[in-house]
């Protein structure tokens, strides 16, 4: 089994595009280029301009399709913008300029093809992606209008990985609903929707009465795009995959002789596929939990209005689990509590009861927020409050963990950032489920197991490699956790071709693997001196939409240490964390995090 990834497998002819194209580099004599300068954007509206590409610092790359006097051209048509003066423009050869830059270019280039009902935008030297289908529209003071228009803007990082981020251009219409800190409306770049393009805002657009937008977003708004749709081919053009399959299919037609992109391919070592047995051994462990200690619901609402979501409790645990629900007055430290309060808002931060408790389990539902979906959440509900249990009683019972069979103990730490105090938490546990939670402070002076523990949080992040985690195994091996900028992609060829042929993708284990191997279940990868893995969707059963994209997670051991992580994937494959999903991170993390929500 194979997996892809956002990293970029490539050709690049650079003969053949220095052949067909000038590359300038720009570069300014002032201390940084602004993002949105109007220089990145008006030489755009002169054809000889392919593409501007600009991340950031004092200069950017030029595409040109004029082979002869390109310098003076450009020259002369910035000539007219505010920075010109403090430009100095000149040719660079196509080996002297990365990689990265030179795929940027020329997908930046890509936005003179247009198919429908997709458009591409090269804006202030980055590349967006617009969907017809995605564009918010609404009545302004009775008035239809376009409000928003959310974009994917893809970008390729410095180690040759892709990177698809969500951003939004607003209505100037909706000025007053936009929270502005460093600059002014007035100081934003304005764009224009043109043709179904964006592009920068000239004065003849005065005269087409053209609405404008910035790159902003509403305060409290944030657009989305899903990761992958398959429910008929408008919805998954629609998705970041399928808006990236349009856009490597455009740029490897344009390019034809000069590059080519696909993504890079990582084998597979070992794979757990989520089961139904899986959730039948969960649902036993938790049984065994409900039928043991009992579950209290106390109404602290302190207005009775909390008694409709007692109510719909009661009614849920006595269908769904056949117990019965007691109300009370009072928490106790001998039961699961329930306990019914209002959102943060109705207290406005007086005399909140959003309260934590160290000596009893509790966990809070609000009345705004569960009323008419207690049906659907309850079970998440239940976790929690069990998570809390375990705390209390320092022993796991959402798990059977002598399943593993350890010698010893297992230990898994994290770090916490408290005002400008670093802090370090560590959970051990023994083979019988037990487990004592401590916290260590880094002190150079001691040189007992937790804080040597403590110091390679200290250590990874001296050497610009900051962890998610470590763990220590019942031999004394250290491996850490970290984020990457790796994440996976699906056989997104083989669902358009099945979605244009079939109209719907081929159901069944096969099919699953061949089309989504990427992106569901737990795969981990490895790569000798390092291991790499990646937690996606419940393959059994998958819905059609992904929201969010699968992270690549890297696993390196410390200190001389041996790669063991593999046989900790098994504390992935449990759904009791993420309420139906997946654990990204072996779930000891969740009891760690939960104590700190708890205690600090």
Known sequence: MQIRTNELSYELNKDALFGKYTILKCETTDKYIKYGARVLDCPQLDKSVEAVRFTGGRSFYVLMNQRVDAVRSYKKLIEDTEEWKSLTVSEVRANDVSDDVLLQLLINAVYNYNPEPLKFSNLTGHFYMVNYGLIKKGKIKGVEEIKKIPTLEISITKDMRLALNVRTFTSELLKTKIKFTRMKFEQYPKYVLDNGVLRREVLSDKDKKLRRYILRQVEGEKSKIAFLDISNLPTFY??????????????????????????????????INHKTSDNNFEKEIIAKNLADTKFRIIDATGD??????????IEIFENKYNLKLTVGKRLTSDAYNIRIIHNKDYYAGVDDVHSTYVDKAVQHITVENYVGVAKTAVDAVIYEVMIKKDLLDGKISLYDWTRFEFDGDIKFGVCRKVGDITKYFFMCIHPDGSFEIKEQESNLFKNDEYNRLADIFLDMYNLGKPIRGIVEDDKGQINVIRDDEYFTIPNIWKIENDLKSNHK?????????????????IRYVDMGEYALYFVGVIGHGMNRTIRNASLIRRVEPYGGSEIFFEKLLPLMNVTFVRNGQLTVVPFPFKYLNEYLNSNL
Do not use: C, H, W
Request: glycine share 8%; aromatic share 10%.
């Open 238 to 271: 629609k998705s970041k995959m399928g808006m990236l399959l349009n856009l490597v299919e455009a740029f490897n037609k344009k390019y034809t002789g000069i590059a080519k992109i696909d993504f890079k391919m990582l084998d597979v070592s070992s794979a």
């Open 304 to 313: 009775g209005s909390g008694e409709v979501l007692a109510n719909q409790m």
């Open 505 to 521: 993708i081929p159901r069944g284990d096969k099919f699953r693997d061949e089309y989504f191997s990427s992106v569901n279940d």
